[in-house]
């Protein structure tokens, strides 16, 4: 071979830590006064205590260990003691209902959680059911501890206190995993994304390069985004390995608090949903703050609104930049920059044909729009079709081969988004084929909410569509057949679905009697039709 093998993964980067970016800072806010800050070179000692306590665990080679966990600096020593001994970080997401957590911790088979303080209660619940877990870890001191646990249950701080600050490198095939995260299903049965050591790798290279989010060792890097979810869109990744200063935010967003911290750390890079954007913009008005250091917002997971760009861009002088991905695309794919041509356009074309747009696909990402007969559909800026997506990082399977339809023959991933794609090359999403309900960055899956609220006595039918919110960006609305004679109220419909393993902030806001619900041509629910009906 001409050229050093030399193996991708996570211990490439936690090397470069401790060689060139030691005396680096992570920042955590940890309520909404309090923060904490060490250097890379504390992180790195701590990462390599936890290693060591892992070891002594005597957990397998490849055993899952889960974190329900916010954003902070013990989420981030997991995010590298895990993989660099060669086990699989698998991250829970903190907003899902206990049913759901014990599915999902049931079908990776968790051995040991980390968890925060204040979600312990949330495992206590099913402790009973998951036999797997065989111990659980508090992500504090020992007065985090619980005094009574269903659980053998020990501190953070206890595990790392007395293990040694070094760890003896170890070299790891880049293709063994190195990550497992869930994505919702639309029939409720969460599926698993595995990344192995080269995915994570390579994305973070990606996610970092200039055409992608833009990181740098001269940037401070916010992501809003929880390290649940898809890795934080591998924004923590693409920090650590460029040598960026993290900064992680108060997991309950305090707009006020928030502002002050972008302006104290000078975050120059921040990324989260649409949802936490349209608050800021509202704090930004209200107080006056100006952030000069701020160079860009990265807004993904689902269409940011165009004057929500517009007014960012015009009245405080920060760019939005949208990026497209998904859980399976570990997840960034594609991010709409202006191509060197097309910096010039007037501000209106610019918004429209760019800004507002899902991007362009990555350097090793490969998209194609087809339609339902496979056949490609091009980008003439009207055509739909469906988006299909081949990469690096790109799943080519799900965790115990769950949906293999979701696959082609010929090597691509069917996302379930619907695109347009324009002459310049960018393509936004249009509609999906997936049954969810997306808010404020959650899933919600309509086919669920169905299924448990057709379980009440005065149910005939029930269809479950999203509609457009302001500050959600969709919620979802329960349209229902009753039974002849019988009456039902939206607090009737929400008592139950609480009952029936739906989280608060999933519970619909409004309910609509309707006499039948509309069907398509092989009597499927049609649910563009029913929108349009209740929006109209
Ligand atoms: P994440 O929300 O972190 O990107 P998920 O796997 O939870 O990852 O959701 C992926 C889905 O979110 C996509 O398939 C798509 O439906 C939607 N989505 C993500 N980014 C965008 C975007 N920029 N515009 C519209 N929809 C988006």
């Known amino acids: 071979m001409a050229i050093m093998n030399t193996q991708l993964g996570t211990w490439l980067m936690l090397d470069h830590v401790l060689t060139h970016n030691f005396d680096v800072e ?53 995010y590298f003691a895990v993989p660099c001994t060669e086990r699989i970080l698998h991250t829970l997401n903190a907003r899902l209902a206990p049913e759901d957590l014990l599915f999902i911790i049931n079908d990776a088979e968790d051995q040991v959680i980390f968890v925060e303080p204040e ?16 111990l659980v870890i508090v992500m504090g001191d020992e007065s985090t501890v619980p005094k009574e646990s269903q659980f053998k249950i020990i501190s953070y701080e206890t595990l790392i ?39 994570t790798y390579l994305h973070a290279i990606a996610c970092g390069s200039a055409a992608g989010m833009s990181i740098g060792p001269s940037d401070a890097v916010l992501p809003v985004v929880p390290m649940f979810h898809a890795n934080a869109w591998g924004m923590v990744y693409a920090a650590i390995s460029v040598g960026a200063k993290v900064v992680f935010s108060y997991p309950h967003l305090h707009p006020e608090s928030f502002v002050k ?63 497209w991905g998904m859980t399976e695309t570990s997840p960034l794919a594609s991010i709409a920059r202006p191509k060197h041509h097309l910096k010039h356009l007037s ?8 800004l507002s747009q899902g991007g362009i696909p990555l350097p090793g990402i490969r998209i194609e729009l087809r339609d339902d007969q496979g056949e490609e559909v091009p980008f003439d800026a009207q055509s739909m079709g469906n988006l299909y997506v081949r990469g690096a990082w790109v799943v080519d399977s799900y965790f115990k081969g769950r949906s293999p339809e979701s696959f082609t023959s010929d090597g691509y991933f069917a996302t379930g988004d619907v695109a347009i794609g324009n002459q310049d090359g960018y393509f936004v999403i249009a509609d999906r084929t997936k049954d969810l309900v997306k808010s404020g960055g959650e899933w919600i899956s309509s086919v669920a909410m169905e299924g448990a609220i057709m379980g009440m006595e005065q ?59 509309p069907r398509t041509s092989v009597g499927k629910f049609d649910k563009k039709v029913l929108r349009s009906q209740i929006t109209n």
């Not at 979600?119 to 065989?134: G, Q, T």
């Not at 501000?347 to 760019?354: E, G, Q, Y």
Request: net charge negative; aromatic share 6%; charged share 25%.
């Open 26 to 78: 992570i920042v955590t806010q940890y309520s909404i006064e309090g923060k904490h800050r060490y250097t890379y070179a504390e992180m790195a000692e701590r990462t390599f205590q936890l290693m060591n306590a892992l070891d002594e665990l005597n957990l397998d080679r490849g055993a899952r260990v889960g974190t329900l966990a916010w954003n902070n600096y013990r989420h981030l020593e997991c």
């Open 119 to 134: 979600l312990v209660e949330v495992l206590e619940k099913i402790a009973s059911s998951i036999p797997s877990v065989r």
């Open 161 to 199: 206190s007395r293990q040694p600050t070094i760890y003896a490198y170890r070299e790891i095939d880049e293709n063994t995993p190195a990550g497992l995260c869930y994505t919702s299903g639309t029939t409720g049965q969460p599926k698993g994304a595995l990344y192995t050591h080269r995915s």
């Open 261 to 323: 911290l972008l302006q104290d750390e000078e975050v120059t890079i921040t990324g989260g949903v649409p949802t936490v954007w349209i608050q800021i913009a509202d704090e930004l008005r209200r107080s006056k703050v100006t952030l000069p250091h701020l160079r860009e917002i990265v807004s993904g997971g689902s269409q940011p609104p165009k004057p929500l760009i517009a007014r960012y861009r015009d009245e405080f002088g920060i760019s939005i930049v949208q990026a």
């Open 347 to 354: 501000k209106d074309k610019l918004l429209d044909n760019v």
């Open 459 to 517: 149910v005939l039918e029930a269809a479950v569509v999203a509609v457009a919110d302001e500050k959600w960006q969709e919620r979802p609305v329960a349209c229902i057949v009753l039974k002849p004679n019988a009456t039902i109220t939206l607090e009737q419909v929400k008592d139950h679905l609480l009952t029936h393993g739906f989280s608060k902030w999933q519970l619909p806001d409004r309910i609509e009697i309707i006499d039948a619900v």
